[in-house]
């Protein structure tokens, strides 16, 4: 019995052999293809991640260059400032042939000025001969240069309040005798602003958040005592409570606001006709805040800028003699944020004019006339360094180095340009304005050149081109924008949200809203419309 199992028993053995070597041979090829394709996906996905990796380094040094891009140009800035600060001083020590005038007794009231220390220190060494008295005179002058810059800042904050009050401007025309006084106060009035105002970087927070909506409490419409369309709106930049007005009536309107309103109340209205009857295009304030001046048109040999002195009683119309614009509309003027006061005119014949005061009469230059190929809309100026921008209707937008001479960038963009602005804060952005329903706002970086950093628009109701008349208008902080419609309302945009529809609309008038300019001290807004009246808007 043990003979059977013996004969069956290497049997089952072949038999599992067999099984289990046919088993195992199809199984290598199944296992080496699904390896291949394991592994050329983990490497697609390692190349995906490597380059979202090196993407964000690009983005991360982009930023990084541009906080220190912008660090330095503030840095150039201040330099700048300080070595013509410097040359300033040396400029005013160097006149002391002045002083002998001080010895009648009528000048020893200038106590705070130069000429009291040479004379005191005079009488102290008095007992030594009198031929060293005009040794410690030379040692005396450069000692001059020390109390000069240090008495400046000590008069700063005086004319700021000054200027807040209509009476400041006044005062310092009444003293006709003295024009170089005149053009020293001038150039000092705008180098105080611009050092008030400080550089902020804004470019991080552009399209990075959500929109912060304002909080409006109602308006006030008052009657704006024109009987035609208005055509301006601009605020006084000495005294943000002082708004003017100009229409096709040829009037200039002066309004004040009223801060426990919201309230506006009539100042009075000056006719500033050209000698052609022709109204006033564009309007703008003098840094100082006492003068408006007007630009209207270069046919039929017209009168092309106007200046009228508002504050004083008799808001007498100055014509300018200069006419440098060859034809058609001058379409915009606006004063440049630098030391020595100036303004640009941009016309129609594709000019743009540079006036500057010199020897108490303003006097024209040139900027360019073949740049463009069609109208020039809006020219404005950037406050780090001399450069002028200027967009028209050939859909260009140019930035012109008056210093050096020569364009230093040119921007050609799908839509034509209504307008240009210069941020408050971030003296790199600047915003423009296009015919492009949906994109009527552009935000662009100058140091990027041909980059738009942001679009903004809207849709319009009741038409669908857009006006030239139609302006935005910058917030004090540099967030928002407001600006006009064709349909009544006062749209709001915020750039730091990353949409591009308006953060708010303000129901405003009752006909399409021309312009709404931001106060600078107080949380209210004014807006003129074609239903011939402006509104007061308050927020908070």
């Not at 291949?36 to 930023?63: F, G, N, S, T, W």
């Not at 952005?429 to 552009?442: I, K």
């Not at 980059?451 to 302006?471: C, D, M, P, R, Y």
């Amino acid at each position: 019995m043990a003979a059977p199992p013996a004969l069956k028993r290497p049997k089952l053995e072949k038999d599992d052999s067999h099984s289990t070597v046919d088993d195992a041979a199809p199984a290598p090829p199944v296992s080496s293809a699904s390896a291949d394709d394991d592994e050329e996906a983990i490497a697609e996905e390692a190349a995906l991640a490597l380059v979202a990796h090196r993407q964000r380094d690009v983005e991360r040094c982009k930023l990084k260059l541009l906080h220190y891009q912008s660090l330095l140009d503030t840095a150039e800035t201040k330099l700048a400032e300080a070595q013509s600060r410097l040359d300033r001083c040396r400029d005013r020590s160097n006149p002391p042939p002045r002083q002998p005038e001080p010895n009648p007794p009528p000048p020893v009231k200038r106590e705070p000025k130069s000429p009291p220390p040479p004379i005191q220190r005079d009488r102290k060494p008095s007992p030594p001969p009198q031929k060293k008295a005009p040794a410690p005179q030379p040692a005396a002058r450069p000692s001059l240069v020390i109390p000069g810059p240090s008495n400046r800042p000590a008069p700063r904050p005086e004319p700021m309040p000054g200027l807040k009050k209509t009476a400041a401007p006044s005062s310092s025309s009444s003293s006709a005798p003295s024009p170089p006084e005149r053009s020293r106060k001038e150039d000092k009035r705008p180098k105080r602003k611009i050092e008030e105002k400080e550089h902020q970087n804004l470019i991080p927070s552009v399209k990075k958040s959500t929109a912060t909506v304002l909080k409006f409490q109602g308006g006030t419409l008052v009657s704006s005592q024109h009987k035609r369309k208005l055509r301006c709106l601009e605020l006084c930049p000495a005294n943000d409570q002082l708004v003017v007005t100009s229409a096709l009536d040829g009037l200039v309107t002066l309004w004040q606001v009223e801060p426990r309103g919201p309230s506006i109340s009539f100042r009075g209205k000056t006719d500033c006709f050209s000698p052609k009857h022709r109204w006033p295009e564009d309007i703008a304030w003098h840094p100082d805040g006492d003068t408006i001046f007007a630009v209207y048109t270069a046919d039929n040999g017209d009168s092309q800028v106007s200046m009228t002195n508002l504050i004083s009683g008799q808001r007498k119309v100055t014509f300018l003699p200069e006419k440098p614009h060859t034809k058609g509309i001058i379409n915009n003027i606006s004063f440049m944020p630098w030391s020595d006061v100036c303004f640009v005119t941009a016309g129609s014949d594709h000019a743009v004019i540079l006036w500057e005061d010199k020897d108490s009469s303003w006097k024209h230059k040139r900027v360019h006339k073949d740049f463009h190929s069609s109208a020039v809309m809006g020219v404005a100026g950037l406050q780090q360094k001399k450069t002028i921008i200027s967009v028209g209707c050939d859909k260009r937008i140019l930035g012109f180095d008056l210093s050096a001479g020569r364009t230093e960038f040119k921007n050609l963009i799908d839509s034509k340009c209504m307008s240009v602005l210069a941020n408050p804060c971030d003296f790199n952005l600047y915003m423009v304005q296009t015919g492009a329903p949906g994109r009527q706002l552009r935000l662009f970086d100058i140091r990027l050149r041909q980059t738009e950093v942001h679009a903004f628009g809207w849709k319009q109701e009741s038409s669908e081109s857009q006006s030239a008349l139609i302006n935005q208008s910058w917030s004090p902080d540099g967030w928002y924008v407001s600006s006009g419609s064709a349909d009544p309302v006062i749209h709001i945009f915020d750039i730091r949200y990353h949409g591009q529809n308006p953060c708010q609309s303000v129901q405003a008038h009752q006909k399409r809203v021309f312009k709404a300019v931001w106060h600078q001290t107080l949380p209210y807004m004014t807006s003129i419309s074609s239903d011939l009246n402006i509104g007061i808007h308050k927020y908070s």
